[in-house]
């Protein structure tokens, strides 16, 4: 069973930052290719970052330049680093990788940022 567990949310003023975790297990997570997703209050789950298994990144044009997401293999983590937060970063975070066909997610992290 793939699971998947982020943590690091929490409540942080604007220009703060947050590094956001997530835990893998039941997979080769060296194998898996990792996204970050949020999704605001009313708003669509959008994707916000991804990184493949050679590390290779790629990010949404709302957060380049201050989000910076990395794994680490051995720790089967995937991170997300986020520099510079404004009010509307405000979310739920979530990541997200597939197994054997299917999409799994996380149960998301709270991320509030106040202005």
């Known amino acids: 069973q793939v699971q998947l567990v982020e943590s690091g949310g929490g409540l942080v003023q604007a220009g703060g930052s947050l590094r956001l975790s997530c835990a893998v297990s039941?997979?080769?997570?060296?194998?898996?290719?990792m996204v970050w997703a949020r999704q605001a209050p009313g708003k669509q789950r959008e994707l916000v970052a991804t990184?493949?298994?050679?590390?290779?990144?790629n990010y949404a044009a709302a957060v380049k330049g201050r989000f910076t997401i990395s794994r680490v293999n051995r720790e089967n983590t995937v991170y997300l680093q986020i520099d510079s937060l404004k009010p509307e970063d405000t979310a739920v975070y979530y990541c997200?990788?597939?197994?054997?066909?299917?999409?799994?997610w996380g149960q998301g992290t709270q991320v509030t940022v106040s202005s």
């Open positions: 990184i493949d298994t050679g590390g290779s990144t």
């Open positions: 039941g997979t080769i997570f060296s194998s898996k290719a």
């Open positions: 997200n990788t597939y197994h054997l066909g299917r999409q799994y």
